[in-house]
């Protein structure tokens, strides 16, 4: 956790067992409740989501940029009701979200913003990283990221009055060391059911090396994702992915549009065809709100 406040200088940092974890407790922190809403991308891990419904509080899922694949503002806006309490701005492959007009939307409306940076750590928008814009950040340790191990992720925030919720969510709503004694915690945030959501010492022992080493990591991405886009020019089928000004990329991801038009098959197809070949490529996620669980919830709110 120190080493997170001194990467980012964020003066709060709090661990979890899962980003998943990390992402119920941001929503929970912020008191959200049933007949809260929540803007999230429909574009992304269910759990960015789902955390929503675990507060008893229904996503809305607006539409995404067309080049960046981020929640596009305009659809934001239009999404805001007097029952919406949060934003989760999901910073997708590795791109940052258009995080500077979402802060400001959220702070015209009294909303949490909250960034689910599991796949940019280390992103920068506008020379600011990734996770430290909205009221919290949320980075991801699980086996396929940029720093891993196994399974884990951590909470950064400006707000300490959020660090002590987090810690309280986190914990079983108790013991949080050095601070209030548990009287004045159960008086004070009677609200909180925590969980056990504790990252543990061996996966912190494990993640320590490698969040030293995050620069040298996207470093390397940043090299492979060039050499990819340069070679890639002369297949007009397929589009590189496109880097918002002023910002960088760190490229969890190297999403691609494929454009049908030009070769006559399928997306589906396409995939399947260079996949028999040894390339391991893969389509994306369903757009969220087909699935099961949020056609339930939704009740007919997505833009």
Same mark, same amino acid.
């Given at each position: 956790? *120190? #080493?997170?406040?001194?990467?980012?200088? +964020?003066?709060?940092?709090? +661990?979890? =067992? +899962?980003?998943?974890?990390?992402?119920?407790?941001?929503?929970?922190?912020?008191?959200?409740?049933?007949? %809260?809403?929540?803007? !999230?991308?429909?574009?992304?891990?269910?759990? +960015?989501?789902? *955390?929503?419904?675990?507060?008893?509080?229904?996503?809305?899922?607006? #539409?995404?940029?067309? %080049?960046?694949?981020?929640?596009?503002?305009?659809?934001?806006?239009?999404?805001?009701?007097?029952? @919406?309490?949060?934003?989760?701005? !999901?910073?997708? /492959?590795? $791109?940052?979200? #258009?995080?500077?007009?979402?802060?400001?939307?959220?702070?015209?409306?009294?909303?949490?913003?909250?960034?689910?940076?599991? $796949? *940019?750590?280390?992103?920068?928008?506008?020379?600011?990283?990734?996770?430290?814009?909205?009221?919290?950040? !949320? /980075?991801?340790?699980?086996?396929?990221?940029?720093?891993?191990?196994?399974?884990?992720?951590?909470?950064?925030?400006?707000?300490?009055?959020?660090?002590?919720?987090?810690?309280?969510?986190? =914990?079983?709503?108790?013991?949080?060391?050095? %601070?209030?004694?548990?009287?004045?915690?159960?008086?004070?945030?009677? #609200?909180?059911?925590?969980? =056990?959501?504790?990252?543990?010492?061996?996966?912190?022992?494990?993640?320590?090396?490698? /969040?030293?080493?995050?620069?040298?990591?996207?470093?390397?991405?940043?090299?492979?994702?060039?050499? /990819?886009?340069?070679?890639?020019?002369?297949?007009?089928?397929?589009?590189?992915?496109?880097?918002?000004? @002023?910002?960088?990329?760190?490229?969890?991801?190297?999403?691609?549009?494929?454009?049908?038009?030009?070769?006559?098959?399928?997306?589906?197809?396409?995939?399947? *065809?260079?996949?028999?070949?040894?390339?391991?490529?893969?389509?994306? !996620?369903?757009?969220?709100?087909?699935?099961?669980?949020?056609?339930?919830?939704?009740?007919?709110?997505? =833009?």
């Amino acid at each position: 956790e *120190a #080493d997170f406040c001194r990467y980012f200088g +964020s003066p709060h940092a709090v +661990s979890f =067992n +899962s980003a998943t974890s990390a992402l119920h407790a941001c929503l929970a922190a912020g008191k959200l409740d049933e007949g %809260d809403e929540v803007i !999230v991308s429909p574009y992304t891990m269910c759990a +960015s989501a789902t *955390a929503a419904i675990m507060c008893g509080a229904t996503p809305v899922f607006v #539409d995404i940029e067309p %080049d960046y694949f981020c929640l596009k503002v305009e659809h934001v806006a239009a999404a805001i009701t007097n029952r @919406t309490k949060a934003i989760v701005a !999901v910073n997708i /492959f590795g $791109q940052p979200a #258009d995080l500077e007009p979402l802060a400001k939307l959220s702070k015209q409306n009294n909303l949490f913003l909250i960034e689910d940076n599991s $796949q *940019a750590p280390g992103a920068r928008y506008k020379g600011k990283f990734t996770g430290t814009i909205g009221h919290m950040g !949320v /980075f991801s340790f699980n086996r396929h990221k940029t720093i891993q191990c196994g399974e884990g992720g951590i909470v950064i925030s400006n707000n300490p009055e959020l660090a002590y919720r987090l810690q309280l969510i986190r =914990n079983h709503g108790e013991v949080v060391q050095g %601070d209030l004694p548990i009287e004045k915690q159960q008086s004070e945030h009677f #609200d909180i059911i925590g969980f =056990n959501y504790r990252l543990t010492e061996l996966q912190a022992a494990i993640t320590r090396p490698q /969040f030293a080493r995050l620069e040298q990591l996207n470093n390397h991405r940043v090299e492979l994702a060039e050499y /990819f886009t340069e070679r890639l020019k002369e297949y007009s089928f397929l589009l590189p992915p496109k880097i918002r000004n @002023t910002c960088s990329h760190v490229y969890y991801l190297y999403p691609m549009i494929y454009q049908k038009e030009y070769l006559g098959i399928s997306r589906d197809v396409f995939v399947k *065809a260079i996949v028999a070949e040894g390339i391991p490529i893969a389509n994306y !996620v369903q757009p969220l709100y087909r699935l099961p669980i949020y056609r339930t919830k939704l009740d007919g709110k997505s =833009n």
